[in-house]
C-alpha cells in the first residue's frame, strides 16, 4: 500500500474499520507462508494511519516485517526454533536447539545453566522483536532481572551476550539485528556481582569427617577430604552423570544414563601419584599430586579395601554406583549442618580453602597455581579468601625490615 503522498510503501499492510467508526491497522503475512509455519501471522501497528508522523511508523514497521519473511522465505531461519521469527525467543530457541549451536559442544552443567536464564528471558522479553532492541531497552531489562538478585541479573545479561553471539553466526547481511545488537552490548558495562569471600577450613573438614562416619558415608567423607587436600572441584571427585544420547552401553550406565568426569582408581598409580585431567580444561590440564604428601587422604583411600580399588573412587554406599548430584548435595548439607558448619560455607569453597591455606603457609603463587591447574594467576588469586593472615604475614616481614634497618 502506498503513503498519502506517495512517498512510502507499507508492505502487508491491512486496516480494519471499526463499528465504531476507528480503524485499526495490521501487518500480515501471506497465507501461502502462514501455512508454511511463518510467525508472526499477524502484527497489530498502533499508530494513527491518517498522520504524516503516524503513517511513516507503520510504513516503516510494515518493511521490516516483509523484510523478515523474505528471509525466512529464503530459508535464513532456524530450522529448531518453535517461536516467532526474528523475536528474541526465536533466537534463544536457536541456540538451545539448533544442531549447530556451540552450547552442543558444552558440558551438562554449562547447557542447564544457559537453560536456566535462557527460560528467565524468554519468559519475560521473549515477544521482542530483535530489530527494536537497544542499548536503553537492555539496561531496562537488566533493572527488571534484578529481582533475581544481583548474581541473577548479570547471569542474564552474560546469557544474552552469548545467544547474540550466536545470533551473528546466523546473520547473512550487513543489517543484520544480531550484528548491531553484538555492537550494542560489547559497548555495555555492568557491574559485576562479587566473589564469595567463604572458604572450608582445615577445621571444617576436620569436624566433618567424623559425622560422615557416623552416618556411615565413609564417601563423603572422602570426597570432601579429597577436595579440601588437593583442590579439586567436586565434579572431578565424584564425577556427573548424564544421558547417553549415543546408543552405546560403554562405561558405568544407569539406564540412559552414563557416568563420567569423576576420580578413578585408573588416575592413582602404585606409588600413589594422582593424575586426574580436569572437567573446566575439558580434559586439557592435569592435576597431578603426590598423595603420600597428603595422609588424611591417604589414610583414608588405604582404608578401602585392595579388591575394591577398580573403577570410581566415590560410591554411593546405598546404590554402590557413583552420586547423583542432588543426592550427593542434599547428604553433603545434613551432615554439614551435624558438623556445624555455616549454612553459607558450600563444598564448592574447598577449593577456595585449599588455596587460601596454601598462600597463608607461604607457598609461591605460581606454584599455588600449578597446583589448582589454572592457566593464569589472576584466576588462582580469586579463590585466595585467607586476607588477614597474609597481611600479618606481610606485617611481620615489613616489620622485621624495619628492626633491621634500625640496626
Known sequence: MDSPNGRLSAPGLRRLKRKSGRIDCYWVAEKEDIT?????????????????????YIAEQCQRLQMQLRMWRDGLRSTSARSAYGTVAWLCESFLLDEASPLRERR??????????????????????????TGIKIRAWHKE???????????????????????CELAQK?????????????????????????RVTHDLVMAFRPKAHEKGRASIALAVTLQFDLGLRQKD?????????????????????RWQIGLTWAHIDSDWILRKPTSKSNGNEIAEHDLKAYPESLVLLQMIPQDQRVGPVILDEGSGKPYRKAHFARTFRKIAKDASWPNDVWNMDSRAGAVSEAFEAGAEPADVMKAATHTQISTTMGYNRGGVVQSNRVAELRLAKRSKSNG
Not at 508454511?36 to 501471522?41: D, T
Not at 550487513?174 to 567463604?198: N, Q
Request: include cysteine; charged fraction near 30%; aromatic fraction near 12%.
Open 145 to 167: 532481572w534484578s529481582v533475581l538478585g544481583e548474581r541473577g541479573a548479570y547471569a542474564c545479561i552474560q546469557t544474552l551476550r552469548r545467544i547474540v553471539n550466536y545470533g
Open 237 to 257: 571427585v565424584i564425577g556427573e552423570w548424564v544421558r547417553a544420547g549415543d546408543g552405546s552401553r560403554d562405561g558405568i550406565m544407569d539406564g540412559e544414563w
Open 108 to 133: 551438562r552443567d554449562t547447557q542447564i545453566f544457559y537453560e536456566r536464564y535462557i527460560k528467565i528471558i524468554t519468559q519475560t522479553f521473549g515477544k521482542v522483536d530483535l530489530g527494536t532492541v
Open 36 to 56: 508454511k509455519g511463518f510467525r508472526p501471522k499477524t502484527v497489530r501497528l498502533r499508530a494513527d494511519f491518517d498522520t504524516e508522523e503516524g503513517y511513516l
Open 174 to 198: 550487513d543489517g543484520d539485528p544480531c550484528l548491531r545488537l553484538a555492537t550494542v552490548l560489547s559497548k555495555m558495562e555492568f557491574k559485576a556481582p562479587k566473589g564469595r569471600k567463604k
